[in-house]
Nanobody, 119 residues
Framework: QVQLVESGGGLVQAGGSLRLSCAASGSIFSINAMGWYRQAPGKQRELVARITSGGSTNYADSVRGRFTIARDNAKNTVHLQMNSLKPEDTAVYYC?????????????WGQGTQVTVSS
């Protein structure tokens, strides 16, 4: 069993900041990558930011320069610092890990945390 515990969502005014955190635990041998995705009402889920075990990152064009993803490998946690938030950042944000258990590679999603940015 793998558990992801997300925290840090909420309501913020445009221009404000929020920090999301996600902690992974359970039957995990190693985590290859951790990431944040979001889904706004009526839209498809999209990648926000992703970081590999080696520290390589990629960001959606819409958040590059405003959001920063960071990872603590020892604690199996990932954080997303979101600055200069815009109303269009409003969505449910999901943490996802790509991990190895035994010899297999799996994906696992968190339950999601709501981020609402008011104008």
């Amino acid at each position: 069993q793998v558990q992801l515990v997300e925290s840090g969502g909420g309501l913020v005014q445009a221009g404000g900041s929020l920090r999301l955190s996600c902690a992974a635990s359970g039957s995990i041998f190693s985590i290859n990558a951790m990431g944040w995705y979001r889904q706004a009402p009526g839209k498809q889920r999209e990648l926000v930011a992703r970081i590999t075990s080696g520290g390589s990152t990629n960001y959606a064009d819409s958040v590059r320069g405003r959001f920063t993803i960071a990872r603590d490998n020892a604690k199996n946690t990932v954080h997303l610092q979101m600055n200069s938030l815009k109303p269009e950042d409003t969505a449910v944000y999901y943490c996802k890990i790509e991990y190895v258990s035994e010899i297999y590679l799996y994906d696992h999603w968190g339950q999601g945390t709501q981020v609402t940015v008011s104008s």
